[in-house]
């Protein structure tokens, strides 16, 4: 039957008395009200922006001690004082240097066994289950053990990050591996890709998101790491002068290490989720 003749049998006072709104389909608006919306711009920093307007407008109105908690204005003019002497940017260099390597030591051992682990049950068997005992034992508390071994120099330091940054990077590509649809494999098979072949075409694009997952992690753990054995007979980091400040109730120096100390954190997490999205952009998520 025609669309006219539908027309000319339907009641006039029937369509108007069906709004437009009804009409709609539900499936387009239960998307609308479900989907998250563009990024916020510069979202990252809101925040940050946020606590540091709380703790200005806390020590202007007097909530705050200002020797227990100085004014944000007064951390600001520590900093300067400390740039101008060249004892932060001394400082931050050591820092740096310490938790870049003790990245890429952690990187490159919980990647290798991770592979290991994730490509041969046998290696499973053997790799898994120290790793797990040592998740459950925190690095720091290796300190003195490491000390003994180490010495208290730079090696001791370096070991420490390295061993809190291998286990998230282990835990998330060892998942990722573990979680690559089969039908990859299969495929693989089919196409008889060798071993090599499909190492790279199959394993690595599969393992991907988790090892950046891991990397997010091994960052934040790197710099809690760092935190810690910088003030353990060290002569030079950030958390050396940190510790030097106590010594002197220079609460001020203490907060310009705190703030130096998740500004890089910060910095390091926005530099891997940038590196996420753009490896990743052919995923499609709420994210983006």
């Known amino acids: 039957m025609s669309a006219t003749v539908l027309d000319q049998q339907t009641p006039p006072t029937t369509k108007r008395a069906v709004p437009a709104a009804l009409r709609r389909p539900a499936r387009r608006r239960t998307r609308g009200r479900l989907a998250p919306g563009r990024p916020v711009p510069y979202g990252w920093a809101l925040g940050p922006l946020l606590l540091l307007a709380l703790w200005a407008a806390g020590s202007a109105a007097g909530l705050f001690d200002a020797r227990s908690l100085p004014a944000p204005w007064t951390t600001a003019a520590t900093a300067g004082d400390l740039i101008a002497d060249g004892r932060l ?30 490509l041969s049950r046998i290696g499973e068997a053997v790799i898994d289950g120290p790793v797990q005992i040592k998740r459950a034992i925190p690095s720091l508390a290796l300190i003195p053990l490491l000390i003994l071994w180490f010495g208290i120099g730079e090696t001791m330091k370096v070991v420490t990050i390295a061993l809190g940054v291998f286990v998230p990077i282990y835990i998330h590509t060892h998942n ?5 649809d ?34 997010r992690f091994a960052v934040t753990a790197a710099w809690l790491s760092l935190v810690v054995v910088e003030q353990v007979n060290a002569t030079s980091g950030i958390g050396y002068m940190m510790e030097l400040a106590r010594t002197y109730g220079q609460t001020d120096v203490i907060l310009v290490g705190l703030v130096v100390y998740g500004l890089l954190g910060l910095l390091s997490d926005g530099l891997v989720r940038l590196v996420e999205r753009r490896t990743l952009s052919w995923r499609r998520t709420l994210a983006a």
Request: aromatic share 6%; no cysteine; net charge positive.
């Open 182 to 215: 089969s039908r990859y494999v299969e495929l693989a098979e089919t196409v008889r890709l060798g071993r090599l072949g499909f190492v790279r075409h199959v394993v690595l694009p599969g393992a991907l998101p988790g090892f950046l997952l891991g990397m």
């Open 89 to 118: 940017q001394s400082h931050l260099a050591t820092s740096a240097q310490r938790a870049v390597l003790g990245l890429l030591f952690g990187i490159a051992a919980g990647l290798l066994l991770a592979l290991v682990s994730g």
């Open 176 to 180: 990722g591996l573990r979680t690559i």
